[in-house]
């Protein structure tokens, strides 16, 4: 069993551009959800994606936006980068509701810095 | 106030010591309780996972909810230096997660 993937790990942006991390779920999930975790603090939860359709979001303004694929595979992108975009951002997959623990599986993160 | 308070330590523990990490929280309807483990630039990994209050037990972990108190714990005992690392309170309502701040535990040899 594959666990959660995001690429790239790391990666540079200056303010102003744009940024697109990508992330593959764990084999059999259909929900990925999207966190900003800055320096020190706890996972701040972006949004969610369920069957290629947002499922919530949390308090994150429009610039961050996200995609779902068939594969339910997902991207999150980010236009017009501010310094305080820079963080670790989290994908995190979870199994079809109704089954086993109704938590989630954390990928390792891509590091976000912007200057 | 945040929803989910942690105190986010440092804590410094000698090897063999019992750890208790807590946190509180504000939000009545959180239902689904969790508990991770993160280590330096790694994602968070999930260690114990809880509904109803009461202890939940998984090898050297325990994990404890009191919902009246909106209060939950972790217990690690036999502490490793292995398990030094960050360990992050979640809880679940409807489709979201909220975590902790997180609390930094290095566990000395």
């Known amino acids: 069993e594959t666990g959660v993937t995001q690429s790239p790990t790391h990666l540079i942006k200056t303010r102003g551009q744009q940024v697109t991390l990508r992330c593959s779920s764990q084999s059999g999930h259909n929900t990925v959800s999207w966190y900003q975790q800055a320096l020190g603090q706890g996972p701040q939860f972006i949004f969610q994606y369920y069957r290629e359709e947002e499922n919530g979001r949390g308090n994150f303004p429009p610039r961050f936006s996200g995609l779902q694929f068939p594969n339910y595979s997902s991207e999150l992108n980010v236009n017009a980068l501010e310094l305080d975009d820079s963080a670790l951002y989290l994908c995190?997959?979870?199994?079809?509701?109704?089954?086993?623990?109704?938590?989630?599986?954390f990928g390792p993160g891509t590091r976000l810095t912007v200057l | 106030q945040k929803e989910v308070e942690q105190d986010p330590g440092p804590l410094s523990v000698p090897e063999g010591a019992i750890v208790s990490l807590n946190c509180t929280y504000s939000n009545s309807a959180f239902q689904y309780f969790m508990w991770y483990r993160q280590y330096s630039r790694k994602g968070p990994e999930l260690l114990m996972y809880t509904y109803s209050s009461g202890n939940k037990e998984d090898g050297r972990f325990t994990a404890q909810v009191d919902k009246s108190s909106k209060y939950i714990s972790l217990f690690i005992r036999d502490s490793q230096p292995s398990d030094s690392a960050t360990y992050l309170c979640?809880?679940?309502?409807?489709?979201?997660?909220?975590f902790g701040t997180g609390t930094s535990l290095t566990v000395i040899p």
């Open positions: 979640a809880m679940k309502n409807g489709n979201q997660f909220y």
């Open positions: 995190a997959s979870s199994p079809p509701r109704g089954l086993s623990t109704d938590t989630q599986y």
